[in-house]
């Protein structure tokens, strides 16, 4: 059996497997007919049957290279009027010229949220499908639409619209966005939409539109790009064509008062610009419905009734100017042959009547330096008043939009650069009529354009990223349209630029010079003939002002005439400078008056549009694109007419074949490792919640524990190829379902939590009303939390240093053992101190805590002593007389100090020393040991309680050498002090007194010495005899 064959089994199996779901899908149908649904269930059921006709996927068509059954499976589909197919994600949308009930608000909800492969094909899939991916993945997505004129675009378009408008959360503020959404329909339409021979209500301008939607997924705003209008439709249509709807609207629906002020009849005959095409009424329009439609769509959009006038008097002044007619005389120059038009004109547009007479006959020529009026023959003045038609109606069109995406702009700055976006392009389709001009040629090259990108994203792309992902792959081969692109656009060499060129050069060009520079240079072009150029037979059929293009949809001859001035788009000066004077407030933004002092050459038409072109291609190309490739299936607009020989042209022309083969030998999905494994790794216990190893072994884990058959997947370099929609569909369920098992664990171990949490302030606040009762079930909890967090604050909160006195108060139970604690750590840190510190600071520290045990809270001056080291000596060798060093022998001098000594009598004071040592205390006079009171004789100190530095050494008075007590005052005093009680081994005999001190003289006598506070230390005699010692007051106390 050949690979073929096989692969055609292998469909045919995936076909009855298909055809079996529809029968499981129709069981259910009758299921639910059991229930109360009856109704509902009957439609599905009957719709799903309908739905068998044919196949709704070409990729399931058995011969799938075969045109013939391709367009067989369309008619077939067509005639029972299902008019919808894909070919993959490719919506093919076959135009059924009748309303079908497919469009309620039934069948929108039949397509929400629903993966494209379970219901039957539909533009509502498409439109659900690109708003889940815009939802789902965060990215910005485009809707295609493609055919040729009258294959049902705009109409496709709006059902996308409609469907987001219904279907999409609102509130009151996206209400309003989605009425002016819309809205703005049928005002598009009636100003830039017309009859031609192909399509009553055919698009003459293309539109790009973005829905923009806010983090919820509701349509918030909206913003148009449109593109190139046919202006000389204004001015002539062709043979059963129309002229833009809103002329004949206005004339036919408006009131009679309002026809009356914009100086109209109601008589479309009546008006130049109408007739032409010999065809005012049209059975399929009613123009006068349509008039009140949008009429109250501009209100919808937010015109005001001012702003509707003047954009009517716009309307109604080109059809007055349409209605001018000139006469010539035989100088050459024209005249206006009636002044009616021109008054209603300037009146309409508040404009002077002389100047604009006279800019409609004139031309403003400047020689050397000066201006001039020179007046233009009859041609000439027709043709600058159609121009001036055009300019008008084009502009305000232009303004039209941009009026319209002001009201549609998403108000919320803050958050518009968040918003997402899907674009829906609905753009001419391609045209060939028997007579073709640059506006065909304008059409038909962004269609190429259209095609390209089509070829780029999904027929070359594809294809190319096989490759680069190293998956096996039969090249599909397909008709490339680059080479009629680039024959149309590229610079120097290409059509437009070869126009654009004969429109600037000095000299005589014309259209026909225009030709014959063609002919020059792209005349051996494959896709490129003229009359000159062409063979016998085609020569036949082509006229000598012709120049014949092969585009990619057929051939069509385009007649030069017309295409100089078409692409200059002049204006002449002095009818600008008119329009810029005009009070009509739309106006005046259409013309504005830097335009006349702009020396630059304006952009030609072809080249804006080719510009315009290339950037809506970068915009589409930005985006994720879904296909709607709309077919025409006859060229009278008959409903159930199935043409073959037009169908076959198109199916061909946009490459649906070609399509269908990759498709068909493709994968319809593809994701990158990382975000196909990380969206359903939870399907798979291996991978879930995370996989540690290669991205490619996890994939390749998880798809085989889903059961992915071998031929339903490959596995590229970064991402994995899938082939059937069914195959990711099934793996989105089991996902979803996952989700729900995820959620009810989740929302158990949350109502676990939710209840353990209520039982335990249930628990807390029976604890806290208990906490003083002894130890009890209703208490333990609340005092075992209690103890616990004290002790956890007090571990993060332990003093560091032995000065850190601070300590966490304890709940009540725990007083006790807070304190034991507490000496515990300071014993602890006193331990690690004690270790650390030297012998040196020992000795320091240890005459610092004899001092403090003496003189803390009892003496003023003692608190400055603290932070004062006391030291070894004030007095050391040098400043002691040898003599006495002499004198005291080997006894070792302890300590020295400079002190004053008090005469016994008289209080004299007088300079001394005192030195310690192991046995005494002497008072040294320069060489004369004074006294020498031993440590033995020494029966006290004492010392006031002041800040003064006075002390009285007693001494016993049986002991007749010693000459009574020495009454001394040292600067030192805490210090001099503290070393005599350590040294003389007198630490609880030193008395600290509050007001005065008792001492004896010798032989019995007793002096008294009285203190008091006072500013400065003052030692004198008193009158009483005393010595009176007044000590400074110290802040401290
Ligand atoms: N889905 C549909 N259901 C019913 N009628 C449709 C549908 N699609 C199109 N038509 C009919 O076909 C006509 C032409 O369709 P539409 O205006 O959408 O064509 P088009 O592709 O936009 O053409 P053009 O390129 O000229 O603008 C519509 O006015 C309508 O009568
Ligand atoms: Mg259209």
Not at 143 to 172: D, H, N
Not at 337 to 363: N, P
Not at 843 to 863: G, M, R
Not at 1006 to 1014: K, Q, Y
């Amino acid at each position: 059996m050949d690979v073929g064959r096989m692969q055609d089994l292998l469909w045919k199996t995936r076909a009855s497997i298909i055809e079996k779901s529809f029968v499981v899908q129709n069981l259910h149908c009758v299921q639910d007919a059991v229930g109360s649904d009856w109704e509902r269930a009957m439609m599905e059921s009957a719709l799903t049957a309908r739905d068998r006709v044919g196949v709704q996927d070409f990729v399931l068509l058995e011969n799938h290279t075969s045109e013939v059954a391709f367009i067989e499976n369309l008619r077939k589909r067509f005639k029972e009027n299902l008019i919808y197919t894909y070919i993959g994600s490719v919506l093919v949308s076959v135009n059924p010229y009748k309303d079908l009930e497919i469009y309620t608000k039934q069948h929108m909800e039949r397509y929400r949220g629903v993966n494209f492969y379970e219901v039957s094909p539909h533009i509502y899939a498409v439109s659900d499908n690109a708003y889940r991916s815009m939802r789902s993945e965060k990215r910005d997505q485009c809707i295609l639409i493609s055919g040729e004129s009258g294959a049902g675009k705009t109409e496709a378009s709006k059902k996308v619209l409609q469907y987001y408008a219904v279907t999409c959360p609102a509130s009151e503020h996206v209400q309003t966005v989605k009425d002016r959404l819309l809205q703005s329909n049928p005002v598009l339409e009636a100003f830039g939409n017309a009859k031609t021979l192909r399509n009553d209500n055919s698009s003459r301008f293309g539109k790009y539109m973005d829905v923009q939607f806010d983090f919820k997924g509701a349509p918030v705003g909206g913003h148009i790009l449109n593109y190139l209008l046919e202006k000389s439709r204004v001015v002539h249509q062709s043979h059963g064509e129309r002229n833009f709807h809103i002329f004949y609207q206005l004339i036919e629906g408006a009131e009679d008062e309002l026809l009356r002020r914009l100086g109209l009849e109601r008589m479309a005959q009546q008006y130049q610009y109408l007739v032409k095409g010999s065809c005012p009424k049209v059975s399929s329009i009613n123009d006068r419905s349509d008039w009140k439609v949008v009429r109250k769509a501009l209100s919808v959009i937010g015109f005001s009734d001012d702003e509707v006038e003047e954009l009517l008097s716009i309307i109604a002044s080109v059809l007055h100017l349409g209605n001018v007619q000139y006469s010539g005389e035989d100088s050459g120059s024209s005249y206006i042959t009636t002044d009616t038009q021109i008054k209603y004109i300037a009146r309409l547009l508040g404009v002077d009547f002389s100047v604009l007479k006279e800019a409609l006959t004139h031309k403003k020529i400047t020689a050397k330096g000066e201006e001039l009026m020179s007046p233009l023959n009859q041609e000439q003045a027709s043709s600058a008043r159609d121009a001036l038609s055009k300019a008008i109606y084009g502009r305000t069109f232009t303004w039209l939009v941009n009026k319209i995406n002001t009201s549609l702009a998403f108000k919320d700055k803050f958050n518009s650069k968040n918003a997402s976006v899907i674009g829906l392009l609905d753009i001419y389709g391609f045209e060939v009529f028997q007579n073709n001009s640059f506006e065909q040629f304008c059409i038909n090259y962004c269609n190429e354009k259209l095609q390209q990108l089509f070829i780029e994203l999904t027929l070359k792309s594809e294809q190319e990223e096989y490759e680069a992902e190293g998956i096996t792959w039969e090249p599909v081969q397909y008709f490339n349209n680059k080479i009629i692109c680039d024959l149309v656009e590229e610079k120097f060499k290409g059509i437009i630029s070869i126009l654009d060129e004969e429109c600037l050069r000095p000299g005589d060009a014309s259209d026909i010079t225009f030709l014959v520079k063609l002919e020059d240079t792209v005349g051996g072009h494959a896709h490129f003939v003229t009359h000159k150029l062409a063979d016998g037979k085609t020569r036949k059929v082509m006229g000598r002002e012709e120049f014949r293009l092969l585009h990619y949809a057929g051939e069509v001859n385009y007649n030069v005439n017309g295409f100089l001035d078409k692409n200059n788009d002049l204006l002449f000066r002095n009818l600008k400078e008119v329009m810029c004077s005009s009070e009509n407030r739309i106006l005046t933004q259409c013309f504005s008056r830097e335009e006349l002092t702009d020396k630059k050459l304006p952009e030609t038409t072809a080249t804006q549009f080719k510009n315009s072109l290339a950037k809506l291609m970068e915009i589409l190309m930005s985006k994720d694109p879904s296909y709607v490739r709309c077919i025409k299936p006859n060229d009278a607009k008959q409903a159930g007419r199935f043409e073959e020989v037009l169908v076959r042209h198109q199916v061909k022309y946009l490459g649906l074949m070609e399509n269908l083969r990759v498709r068909r030998a493709g994968f319809a999905y593809r994701r990158r490792y990382e975000v196909f494994l990380q969206r359903y790794k939870s399907l798979c216990p291996d991978t879930w919640p995370s996989w540690d190893g290669r991205l490619v072994d996890g994939v390749s884990t998880l798809v085989k524990h889903l059961g992915y058959k071998p031929e339903e997947y490959k596995l590229g370099r970064t991402k994995i190829f899938i082939r059937f929609p069914k195959t990711l569909f099934a793996t989105e369920e089991a996902l979803e379902e996952r989700k729900h098992s995820l959620a009810t664990k989740l929302q158990a171990s949350w109502k676990g939590y939710n209840q353990k949490t209520k039982y335990r302030k249930l628990r807390w606040v029976l604890g806290f009303m208990f906490r003083h009762h002894p130890r009890c079930p209703e208490n333990e909890y609340f005092l075992d939390y209690v103890r616990y967090t004290f002790l956890m604050k007090l571990h993060r909160a332990l003093p560091k240093t032995v000065l850190d006195k601070s300590w966490p108060t304890p709940p009540p139970a725990l007083t006790e053992a807070s304190e034991l604690l507490r000496k515990l750590c300071m014993q602890n840190l006193v331990w690690k101190y004690c270790k650390t510190i030297s012998p040196e600071w020992k000795h320091q520290l240890e005459q610092k805590v004899v001092a403090s045990e003496v003189f803390k809270d009892k003496k003023d001056n003692y608190p400055q002593s603290v932070p004062k080291l006391f030291v070894g000596t004030r007095l050391d060798g040098d400043d002691i007389n040898p003599k006495v060093l002499q004198a005291l022998g080997t006894e070792k001098m302890k300590y020295a100090v400079p002190v004053t000594k008090y005469d016994r009598k008289g209080f004299k004071a007088r300079a001394r020393q005192l030195l310690l040592t192991a046995s005494s205390a002497i008072i040294v006079e320069e060489a004369k040991l004074k006294q020498r009171i031993d440590y033995s004789a020494l029966k006290g100190v004492s010392v006031s309680s002041l800040s003064d530095g006075l002390f009285v050494l007693h001494v016993t008075c049986e002991d007749n050498k010693q000459k009574g007590d020495a009454v001394l005052q040292s600067d030192h005093v805490i210090e001099t002090l503290t070393k005599v009680a350590i040294c003389a081994d007198k630490i609880n005999n030193i008395n600290i007194n509050q007001s005065s001190i008792k001492f004896t003289l010798g032989q019995g006598k007793e002096g008294i010495i009285d203190f008091t506070s006072g500013s400065e230390l003052l030692v004198a005699k008193a009158k009483n005899g005393h010595l009176s010692v007044t000590a400074p007051r110290l802040n401290s106390r």
